[in-house]
T-cell receptor, first 113, second 113 residues
């Protein structure tokens, strides 16, 4: 069964610092992988997705993620944090041909001025 | 273009009651999925419907049911509500295939008292 683990339920960075949110997946076959962001009292917004094309994926708002099969990881990064990045971030996976998403527990990002 | 719309936005019910949540997908999207997000957790998959047929069901009791209409809108029904059903219920729509990413609505916040 597929599973997603997000390391660190809370991450705090200073404005302008590097953002690194960690995600590891467990799957018998390479899955499709997604990062979503959730602002308070809102739904989920897709940041980026990996679907077996390029391993370095660029998303919206300056975020990117790299798929590393050897490490079963799909970490999310942003070179310079902005105050507006403060939100909760979810990593999710799905198997090809299936539309069920399996989510991690989320990482709450705080950006300090 | 309208995104995924869900109604109502907030709902308060008493234990033992029944509730119906509604979702309208993005125009052209034939697949609708439902997720439950308990406070502090990642979303959990409940149902997926495509072309009015159930394509997947998560680990939820039979008190949870859903259906999809000819216009691809969907309803989620929960009977005999328990306090533990209090959560944000998210609807997501997508084109078929699962690789395009899922567009989520803003959710319905259900509180059971």
């Amino acid at each position: 069964a597929q599973s997603v683990t997000q390391l660190g339920s809370h991450v705090s960075v200073s404005e302008g610092a590097l953002v690194l949110l960690r995600c590891n997946y467990s799957s018998s076959v390479p899955p499709y992988l997604f990062w979503y962001v959730q602002y308070p009292n809102q739904g989920l917004q897709l940041l980026l997705k990996y679907t077996s094309a390029a391993t370095l994926v660029k998303g919206i708002n300056g975020f990117e993620a790299e798929f590393k099969k050897s490490e079963t990881s799909f970490h999310l990064t942003k070179p310079s944090a902005h105050m507006s990045d403060a939100a909760e971030y979810f990593c999710a996976s799905s198997q090809g041909g299936s539309e069920k998403l399996v989510f991690g527990k989320g990482t709450k990002l705080t950006v300090n001025p | 273009d309208a995104g995924v719309t869900q109604s109502p936005t907030h709902l308060i019910k008493t234990r033992g009651q029944q509730v119906t949540l509604r979702c309208s997908p993005i125009s052209g999207h034939k697949s609708v999925s439902w997720y439950q997000q308990v406070l502090g957790q990642g979303p959990q998959f409940i149902f997926q419907y495509y072309e009015k047929e159930e394509r997947g069901r998560g680990n939820f009791p039979d008190r949870f049911s859903a259906r999809q209409f000819p216009n691809y809108s969907s309803e989620l029904n929960v009977n005999a509500l328990l306090l533990g059903d209090s959560a944000l219920y998210l609807c997501a729509s997508s084109p078929p295939g699962g690789i395009y990413g899922y567009t989520f609505g803003s959710g319905t916040r259900l509180t059971v008292v």
